[in-house]
């Protein structure tokens, strides 16, 4: 197999808005800040750099996130939606890199061994240069792209969020269709976060019984 360098952006700027008054990468999960859980499993997948993307309520989440080997992107027009975000971060990035993977901070069942799923997948796929993690015809996240885009990304010509990826570089994307759920969940309503809550604790107690 292949082995590949990669550096990853985690977008943590959002408003939260679907999760009624509360910051969602501040509620706890397993123990700790969701955000916090978050960019604790990118930081241990090794890559290059990793970049948190700021915005609402930036300085609770840089807080959060104190003595991660992290560098932080105050985004200013977090407002304007991902994209802006997905824009920032990409920019930021210093380190150079093969891939660039772009995460959010709200998908709290990933670990680290997930994120490097993902970057095996992308040093074996047999085509393309951006993979988009996919379960039972659903599109997940993180999704990884060459890092020679990085110039369109951040201009805004490519936009690896976007729903509309697959359609528009059908030749350029590779879907990678995972044996789990956990690239298709994240947590923007109350509901899904007792959901998320109850299926980390599940994670834990099998990791305590092993132990």
Same mark, same amino acid.
């Given at each position: 197999?292949?082995?590949?360098?990669?550096?990853? /952006? /985690?977008?943590?700027? %959002?408003?939260?808005?679907?999760?009624?008054?509360?910051?969602?990468?501040?509620?706890?999960?397993?123990?700790?800040?969701?955000?916090?859980?978050?960019?604790?499993?990118?930081?241990?997948?090794?890559?290059?750099?990793?970049?948190?993307?700021?915005?609402?309520? %930036?300085?609770?989440?840089?807080?959060?996130?104190?003595?991660?080997?992290?560098?932080?992107?105050?985004?200013?027009?977090?407002?304007?939606?991902?994209? &802006?975000?997905?824009?920032?971060?990409?920019?930021?990035?210093?380190?150079?890199?093969?891939?660039?993977?772009?995460?959010?901070?709200?998908?709290?069942?990933?670990?680290?061994?997930?994120?490097?799923?993902? /970057?095996?997948?992308?040093?074996?796929?047999?085509?393309?240069?951006?993979?988009?993690?996919?379960?039972? %015809?659903?599109?997940?996240?993180?999704?990884?792209?060459?890092?020679?885009?990085?110039?369109?990304?951040?201009?805004?010509?490519?936009?690896?969020?976007?729903?509309?990826?697959?359609?528009?570089?059908?030749?350029?994307?590779?879907?990678?269709?995972? &044996?789990?759920?956990?690239?298709?969940?994240?947590?923007?309503?109350?509901?899904?976060?007792?959901?998320?809550?109850?299926?980390?604790?599940?994670?834990?107690?099998?990791?305590?019984?092993?132990?």
């Amino acid at each position: 197999m292949n082995t590949i360098s990669f550096s990853a /952006v /985690v977008l943590a700027a %959002g408003l939260s808005s679907r999760m009624e008054g509360r910051h969602k990468l501040l509620l706890p999960v397993g123990g700790e800040p969701a955000v916090r859980r978050v960019v604790r499993a990118v930081v241990a997948a090794q890559p290059r750099e990793v970049v948190v993307v700021t915005g609402f309520n %930036g300085r609770a989440v840089f807080d959060a996130l104190d003595g991660l080997d992290v560098r932080f992107q105050s985004n200013t027009r977090y407002r304007e939606g991902q994209m &802006t975000s997905v824009a920032a971060g990409v920019s930021a990035l210093q380190a150079p890199c093969d891939a660039v993977m772009i995460c959010l901070a709200d998908q709290v069942l990933l670990c680290a061994t997930d994120y490097r799923e993902l /970057v095996d997948a992308y040093a074996s796929m047999p085509r393309g240069s951006i993979l988009v993690p996919a379960f039972n %015809g659903m599109r997940g996240n993180p999704v990884l792209f060459a890092a020679s885009y990085a110039p369109e990304v951040v201009s805004g010509h490519v936009n690896p969020g976007c729903r509309k990826l697959i359609a528009e570089h059908g030749d350029e994307v590779f879907v990678y269709e995972a &044996t789990h759920d956990r690239f298709t969940l994240d947590m923007d309503t109350p509901d899904d976060y007792v959901r998320m809550v109850q299926r980390v604790d599940e994670i834990c107690a099998k990791q305590d019984a092993q132990a």
